[in-house]
């Protein structure tokens, strides 16, 4: 025993003894709380602070619920395929305008990016204008060359009011249109010369094509 402790009576000392170990067991205590509850931590942090989209896993807008294509509306066959529409007026779409061609070019590459699976993609270009084609245009984006069928809209003005409607529900009017084999608009894409987005939309297409093949007729 020191000189010190002599000067402190002994009931002090064992108090002060008795302090330090409650202090150093609190703080064990606090520390042991601290690392059971890190994991509730960190995902109240994660959700509030770096607050997650969800689930969403595709790059174009789904369209829920789905919106019925009504085969009257075209001479060509829509059931039993996928296809990627858009609507452009012909008289606005030569070859100096890019804007114009922009969503025909990006339609003809999605197709040729899923390689073997282009078969069962058709591309559909609604000529809202029924004016002719630029014969420049038509060497790049017809059936032949680029898997294109041309199609103007229906002519009956009631079949054309639901068409136009179908065709712009939720603003979607000037972007791609992705109608399943049912057929249906189930998905719709912007317009775009991103590189990555384009990346993305590919993947949306792919992962479609790989996991559904219900109702598919390739003939």
Request: charged content about 25%; some cysteine; proline content about 7%.
């Amino acid at each position: 025993m020191s000189d010190k402790d002599l000067l402190i009576p002994a009931s002090q000392a064992e108090s002060s003894r008795i302090n330090a170990q409650t202090r150093r067991g609190r703080i064990q205590m606090l520390f042991l709380l601290l690392v059971c509850a890190s994991p509730v931590i960190a995902s109240y942090f994660a959700y509030y602070v770096y607050k997650p989209e969800g689930a969403k896993t595709n790059f174009g807008t789904l369209v829920q619920p789905v919106q019925t294509l009504n085969p009257a509306w075209f001479e060509i066959p829509f059931k039993g395929k996928w296809t990627l529409l858009v609507a452009r007026p012909a008289g606005e779409c030569t070859i100096k305008n890019e804007a114009c061609l922009e969503a025909l070019f990006l339609m003809r590459q999605l197709r040729i990016a899923v390689g073997r699976e282009s078969a069962r993609v058709q591309l559909v270009w609604v000529n809202t204008d029924g004016k002719p084609v630029d014969p420049e245009v038509l060497l790049a984006y017809d059936e032949k060359a680029a898997g294109f069928k041309i199609v103007a809209p229906p002519k009956d003005a009631k079949l054309n009011a639901e068409f136009y409607a179908w065709l712009d529900r939720e603003g979607a009017g000037q972007k791609i249109q992705l109608i399943d084999p049912s057929p249906a608009k189930m998905m719709y894409f912007p317009v775009t010369n991103s590189p990555k987005e384009f990346g993305s939309m590919k993947k949306d297409l792919e992962k479609l094509l790989r996991l559904n093949h219900k109702g598919e007729n390739l003939q």
